[in-house]
């Protein structure tokens, strides 16, 4: 898990993309699942931005098994 502050979603997915073609690299054959939450306001928590997050790696896991 990796916590950026200060960054705008562009700057993030830039980041998230890199690392993306980072991992496509490695020498071996396991998978992986990168999402991301802006907290935007005074109303998400950190606490929800992380279960939001590990929601959208369970949805795409789940996809990535079909």
């Not at 993309?17 to 306001?41: A, E």
């Not at 005074?42 to 079909?66: F, H, L, W």
Request: charged share 30%; with cysteine; hydrophobic share 30%.
């Amino acid at each position: 898990m990796i916590y950026l502050v200060g960054y705008n979603q562009k700057q993030v997915t830039s980041y998230m993309n890199k690392l993306n073609k980072n991992f496509k690299n490695l020498p071996f054959d396991y998978g992986i699942c990168i999402s991301h939450s802006m907290i935007d306001s005074n109303v998400k928590s950190i606490e929800d931005a992380v279960n939001e997050c590990v929601e959208d790696i369970k949805n795409q896991k789940k996809d990535d098994d079909r």
